[in-house]
């Protein structure tokens, strides 16, 4: 699908603006300059010199940084100079002060690499232990063909607690898509519960149903190991399917998450819809509603797709949100296999959203050959 013109011009402000603040260190030292030259002596355009290597500090590298300072004070004293006025007070107070200036930018520059540098390998240790928990199935399960992919909302993004499985079982195969209430480690931990329950339950469980519960429980015992708020307000969305063995249908048991599509081999696309909502995982005190897997033909050459809610709450530049199923419409028959829409819908919705995704996005995809 082509780029929309709200994408293009979206991105093409960020780059400009980009563009913009990288040059800004050189253009207030040209500033500085210009208006040391054609104003009298009296007059310093030291605060535009050193602004320069300020700005440059979180911007540039060290080296950057210093050549930067250097280049402040080399234009300061060149227009000094010229104006025969190098070594009255004035002058020497003004190089003294942007070396000082540069000097500090210099120390702020280090801190800054040094804190960057912890944050990276913070958020190294978290996709590490998110990959750990969410390891990318097997291509094919159980006759069905799988791709999943996770991704993270943006560059320096906190980890989220979007979660897939896939699991074979005696009673087909099962699958689970999901969204944990938060982020942070917090958010990684309650996925690895999650996942281990739910690994167990599809194996044990003769029902989808009592999969759900299973996994109710799994939270509930979670939350009581859990301090503050965390252990009061924590929830998570899931959407549990099952593919029976050798049988043509599917079966969804949703529980407050977005609903799954189902893509036919002639392009049509289907919102598999719960008719009867049910709350989220660990809402339970709020009311009890009886799982009841609901079930969909599933025929040869469909495709079954779960996601999470950065899917659907992707923004373009006007305030409108990504819709999967309008946007999959009539294209669906085109994706041979389930990585390849995967991809698609990857780039298309970092596309709408001109790079930056407001929510992490998990996408799991099932076709059946």
């Not at 996709?127 to 992919?149: D, H, M, N």
């Not at 690994?199 to 939350?223: C, K």
């Amino acid at each position: 699908m082509e780029e929309g013109p709200y994408a293009r011009a979206g991105g093409r402000r960020i780059s400009y603006a980009r563009r913009f603040v990288l040059l800004l260190p050189a253009l207030l030292i040209a500033l500085g300059g210009v208006y040391d030259y054609v104003t009298p002596a009296d007059f310093t355009g030291a605060p535009l010199f050193t602004a320069a290597p300020l700005i440059a500090a979180p911007l540039y590298s060290r080296r950057d940084t210093v050549l930067t300072g250097i280049a402040a004070l080399a234009v300061a004293l060149g227009v000094r100079i010229h104006l025969g006025v190098a070594f009255d007070a004035t002058t020497i107070t003004e190089l003294v002060t942007i070396a000082t200036v540069s000097g500090l930018a210099v120390l702020i520059n280090l801190l800054v690499r040094r804190t960057g540098e912890r944050l990276a390998s913070a958020r190294e240790i978290a996709e590490a232990a998110q990959r750990a928990v969410l390891p990318a199935p097997p291509e094919r399960i159980g006759g069905f063909q799988i791709a999943a992919r996770y991704e993270a909302a943006q560059e320096g993004a906190s980890i989220g607690g979007d979660l897939y499985a896939v699991q074979d079982s005696p009673h087909g195969v099962r699958l689970v898509v999901g969204d944990v209430r938060g982020k942070g480690m917090g958010a990684v931990a309650v996925v690895a519960v999650l996942i281990g329950a739910f690994r167990e339950a599809a194996e044990q469980e003769a029902t989808l149903e009592a999969v759900a519960q299973r996994l109710e429980r799994a939270l509930a015992r979670e939350r009581t190991r859990r301090d503050g708020t965390e252990s009061y307000e924590g929830f998570t969305t899931v959407v549990l399917a099952e593919l029976p063995h050798g049988n043509g249908v599917v079966r969804i048991v949703n529980r407050g998450h977005p609903p799954p599509l189902l893509l036919y081999a002639d392009g049509t696309v289907t919102s598999l819809l719960a008719t009867e909502p049910a709350l989220p995982l660990g809402m339970g005190e709020l009311g009890a509603w009886p799982d009841r897997a609901e079930e969909a033909g599933f025929p040869s050459g469909a495709t079954l797709l779960l996601y999470t809610d950065g899917l659907t709450e992707a923004r373009d530049d006007s305030g409108r949100f990504y819709d999967p199923e309008v946007r999959l419409a009539g294209r669906a028959g085109v994706f041979p296999e389930p990585a390849a829409l995967i991809d698609e819908l990857e780039a298309e919705v970092r596309r709408h959203s001109g790079g930056g995704m407001a929510d992490d996005l998990a996408l799991l995809a099932v076709r059946r050959p």
